[in-house]
């Protein structure tokens, strides 16, 4: 009877650990799985917003494409770099210097990616008439007025 028992916990215990990894695996996904899912999606209603010609989907999507890779090199950047970060903070004492350079570090590549973005915009503007392009600069503003209500980079009030 034992080894029934036994066996009777470890198959709950293995259907448990299941349904655990499934639904962490389900949620990972959703939030960083169908980013390029989110993202092919926007495309598709920029391009019926603003009545792309072909050509010019073509060209959008091609842009996309180099932006989003370099964006993600960039971001892969950031991380390593807010990580060295928290290294420093492990220590016991940490080394204000060189926590301050990093921070600097940081910045550059926030820099660096905000600069992707501006000519990302700029060079999918370049392809479009004036009357897309006053479009799509509203496009832009709505999105970005969205992302600060939402507080994505809304400032902090704190001195």
Known sequence: MGSRFLKSVLFISLLFNITILGTAGFF???ECGTSLGKAEKR????????????EQRALFKEENEKFRASIQAAHG????????V???????????ASINASLA?????????????????????????????????ELLEKRMEKRM????????SHP
Not at 43 to 54: D, Q
Not at 110 to 135: F, N, P, W
Request: charged share 45%; aromatic share 6%; no cysteine.
């Open 77 to 84: 950047e950031l991380a390593e770099k807010r990580r060295h």
């Open 43 to 54: 495309y598709e209603g920029l391009a019926e917003r603003l009545k792309l010609t072909p």
């Open 86 to 96: 928290f290294r420093l903070l492990r220590d016991e004492d940490p080394d204000r």
């Open 149 to 156: 209500s939402e507080r994505k980079w809304k400032r902090s």
């Open 28 to 30: 990972y996904l959703r």
């Open 105 to 137: 570090e940081i910045g550059r590549v926030q820099g660096t990616i905000e600069a992707q973005a501006v000519e990302h915009m700029l060079r999918e503007k370049a392809v479009l008439d004036s009357d897309q392009q006053a479009r799509y600069m």
